[in-house]
C-alpha cells in the first residue's frame, strides 16, 4: 500500500472526535477492482460527511484513518486478490476528521468488490486496536513494510490463539454479531446460531484434547519406573519387566494418535476445526448480506426514482443478494467437509478408547503383581494409584470429546437442512 493524503481537508476542530452510527445500520459500499467507489448506501454518506458526488468514482482510501497500519491493507487486499472473502475491523475516517469503527465484510463479484460493514460492540474491538496500534509504531519507527507488516499481523494474531486469520476473522464476526443482537434485543438466526454452537464445541474439543494429551505426557515415566522396580525385585520382578514392555508399545501407540488427531496443521483435530470456522465465517456473513439487500429494498421503495442520488438501489440489492448465494454455496460445500471430518473424528476417538482399555488391562496386572508381592509392592502400588487417576480423568475426557462431536454433527445435519 502507498502513502496518500486526505483527497479533503478535515476540520481540526473535530479531529479524535467519534462519529456515531446506529448499531442497527449498515455501511455499504461497492468498488472496481482498483478499489474507486461505485456505489454507496445512504448511511456511508451520513456518517462519512461526504456528499455522494464526492465519493462515487474517488478512490475508497478517501476514508483511510492515519492510525491503521499499512499492514492491514496489505493482508485484506491479498486475501481479495485471491478470491478470499475477508472480514477485518477498519478504523475511518470522515471528512471533518472524526473517526469511525466497522468491522468489514469484503467480498470479490464481477468488476471489483462489494463490502459490508457493522459498528463493532464486542470486546475484541479493543484488543484488535492495541494490536494495530503496535504495528503503526514499527511501521513508523523501524520502517516496516506493508508485506512485513502484514506478516507480523498474522504472527500477533497467532499469540492470541488464534491458529489462522481465517479462525480469527469467523471468530470476530460471530463476536460481534452476537455482541449486536443481544444489545439490540434480537435473537441470533438459527442459521448462525447453529453455526455458534458447533464453533463452540470445537473449541471446548481442543480444551479437553489438551487436557488429555497432558494427563497422558504425566506417565510416560511408568515404563522406566517399572523397570527400576523389576531390577530391584531381582527374579520377582520379571512379571513387572514384562508389564513394563507392553506399556511401553501402548504408549508408543497413544504417542501416535496424538500426533494424528491434535497436533500439526494437518491433523484431524485441526482440519474439522478450520472447516467450523469457515462456515461459521460464511454462515453469519450470509445473514448480513440479506439484511443489507432487504435495506436496500426497503429504501428503493421509498424512493421515487429507481435510481437515488446516483445509486441504483435496486441493483446494489442484487449485488448482495450475489453475494449471498455465492456464501450460501459455499457454505454447503464447508459442511459437506464438517460430516467427512467429523467421522473420522468419531473414528479416532474410538482408537483412543481402545488405547486407554488397553491402559485398564496394564493396571489391572499392576494390581495383581502389587499384591503377590506384599510389602515388597509398596512402590508398584504407587504406580497402581498413578495410572487409577490417569485412566478415570482419561475416560471422562473422551466421553465428553464423544458428547462435543454429537453436538457438531447434529447441527451440521440440521444445518444442511436450513440451505
Known amino acids: 500500500m502507498t502513502e496518500h493524503t486526505p483527497l479533503f481537508a478535515a476540520d481540526s476542530s473535530y479531529s479524535g472526535s467519534e462519529a456515531q452510527f446506529h448499531l442497527s445500520e449498515l455501511i455499504y459500499s461497492r ?35 492515519p492510525d491503521m497500519p499499512k499492514g492491514v491493507y496489505e493482508l485484506i487486499w491479498g486475501r481479495l486478490k485471491e478470491g478470499i472473502p ?21 467480498c470479490p463479484v464481477d468488476g471489483g468488490y462489494v463490502s459490508t460493514r457493522l459498528k463493532p460492540s464486542s470486546p475484541l474491538r479493543e484488543n484488535v486496536e492495541q494490536i494495530y496500534k503496535r504495528l503503526l ?7 516496516l513494510k506493508p508485506a512485513a507488516s502484514a506478516a507480523a499481523l498474522l504472527a500477533e494474531i497467532r499469540a492470541a490463539g488464534y ?14 454479531a452476537e455482541a449486536r443482537t443481544t444489545q439490540l434485543g434480537r435473537n441470533l438466526d438459527p442459521f448462525q446460531r447453529r453455526f455458534l454452537d458447533m464453533s463452540r464445541a470445537i473449541t471446548q474439543v481442543h480444551v479437553e484434547t489438551t487436557e488429555m494429551t497432558e494427563a497422558f505426557k504425566a506417565i510416560r515415566t511408568v515404563p522406566m519406573n517399572m523397570r527400576i522396580i523389576a531390577s530391584r525385585l531381582e527374579s520377582a520382578g520379571g512379571p513387572i519387566s514384562a508389564i513394563s514392555v507392553n506399556y ?7 504417542s501416535a494418535w496424538v500426533d494424528t488427531f491434535v497436533e500439526g496443521d494437518t491433523c484431524v483435530f485441526a482440519r474439522i476445526r478450520d472447516a467450523i470456522m469457515k462456515g461459521q465465517f460464511l454462515g453469519f456473513a450470509t445473514e448480513f448480506e440479506k439484511e443489507m439487500s432487504d435495506l436496500f429494498k426497503q429504501e428503493d421503495g421509498k424512493s421515487a426514482e429507481a435510481s437515488y442520488d446516483g445509486v441504483d438501489l435496486a441493483n446494489e440489492a442484487d449485488f448482495c443478494d450475489q453475494v449471498r448465494q455465492k456464501f450460501l454455496g459455499e457454505t454447503a460445500s464447508v459442511l459437506g467437509e464438517v460430516e467427512t471430518e467429523a467421522r473420522r473424528f468419531a473414528r479416532s476417538v474410538l482408537d483412543m478408547k481402545r488405547y486407554v482399555t488397553g491402559l485398564s488391562s496394564t493396571r489391572m496386572m499392576c494390581k495383581i503383581e502389587s499384591a503377590a508381592l506384599n510389602n515388597s509392592g509398596t512402590a508398584l502400588s504407587g504406580i497402581v494409584e498413578q495410572l487409577d487417576d490417569c485412566q478415570d480423568e482419561l475416560e471422562q475426557r473422551l466421553a465428553r470429546v464423544v458428547e462435543l462431536n454429537s453436538v457438531i454433527q447434529s447441527n451440521t445435519a440440521m444445518l444442511r437442512t436450513l440451505i
Open 31 to 65: 468498488t472496481d477492482d482498483r478499489g474507486v467507489i461505485k456505489a454507496v448506501n445512504s448511511v456511508f454518506q451520513r456518517v462519512s460527511g461526504y456528499e455522494r458526488d464526492e465519493m462515487l468514482e474517488a478512490p475508497h482510501k478517501l476514508v483511510r484513518h
Open 86 to 106: 475477508t472480514g477485518g475491523y477498519v478504523k475511518n475516517r470522515c471528512k471533518n476528521g472524526r473517526y469511525y469503527w466497522v468491522f468489514a465484510l469484503l
Open 137 to 143: 509504531k514499527r511501521e513508523n519507527e523501524e520502517g
Open 163 to 176: 491458529a489462522s486469520y481465517d479462525a480469527f476473522q469467523s471468530h470476530a464476526l460471530a463476536m460481534e
Open 248 to 254: 511401553s508399545q501402548m504408549l508408543e501407540d497413544m
